[in-house]
């Protein structure tokens, strides 16, 4: 854990000289049981850009080829990330996530899957998990370009409900998946609005 507050230490205070650093809305995230944190992704900055502001330790699905980097893969495994392959995610992976989740934790998804994805479409994994484990869902809105010294903003809104999805079917995965990406989009449209 402390290698994780001190990367989250260092990423912070880069943010902050770097990209003016705004956050908004920390206090709609949980401060016990299960979260998952939904985000619109851009960039490869996001995970952090999203998790550093966040009092508890976030963790993350990261590309398998990641872990196989000196170094760096052995790093972002200290700090919450566990591997998935490559074309899919692996049964251990969807089992390794809802047991963070059942254990009290918090797991950052990115739904739209890659920053390719300008559609705003959404994979189901974010809500199955979430409705699987019982996680609050806080919806993320990064908005901004990374580039420097201008400013970047990140947006926890209020949880998103999906008991109404609580069935769980392939048709109900996808309508709970699309009212996460609507309420990510409605806050980036509002903040750009401003």
């Known amino acids: 854990m402390l290698l994780y507050r001190t990367f ?3 990423f912070r205070v880069l943010f902050r000289v770097l990209y003016r650093t705004e956050i908004i809305g920390l206090s709609h995230i ?12 851009i960039s490869l900055l996001d995970p952090p850009f999203m998790g550093t502001p966040v009092r508890r330790k976030v963790h993350f699905m990261a590309k398998e080829e990641l872990f196989k980097i000196p170094v760096f893969g052995w790093g972002i495994r200290q700090v919450g990330a566990f591997p998935v392959k490559r074309g899919g995610v692996s ?14 934790k918090v797991m950052g998804i990115f739904p739209e899957g890659t920053r390719k994805n300008s559609g705003g479409m959404g994979k189901k994994g974010a809500a199955m998990l979430a409705l699987k484990s019982g996680a609050a869902v806080v919806p993320v809105a990064i908005v901004g370009n990374y580039k420097p010294f201008r400013k970047m903003t990140v947006i926890y809104g209020k949880p998103v409900d999906l008991t109404e999805f609580s069935e769980g079917g392939s048709e109900q995965l996808e309508a709970a998946t699309d009212k996460i990406m609507s309420v990510i989009r409605r806050m980036i449209a509002e903040r750009n609005a401003v």
Not at 91 to 104: F, H, N, T, V, Y
């Open 91 to 104: 049964k251990e992976s969807i089992k390794l996530a809802i047991q963070l989740l059942r254990d009290g």
């Open 8 to 10: 989250r230490f260092g």
């Open 30 to 41: 949980p401060d016990e049981g299960a979260v998952v944190l939904c985000s619109n992704h």
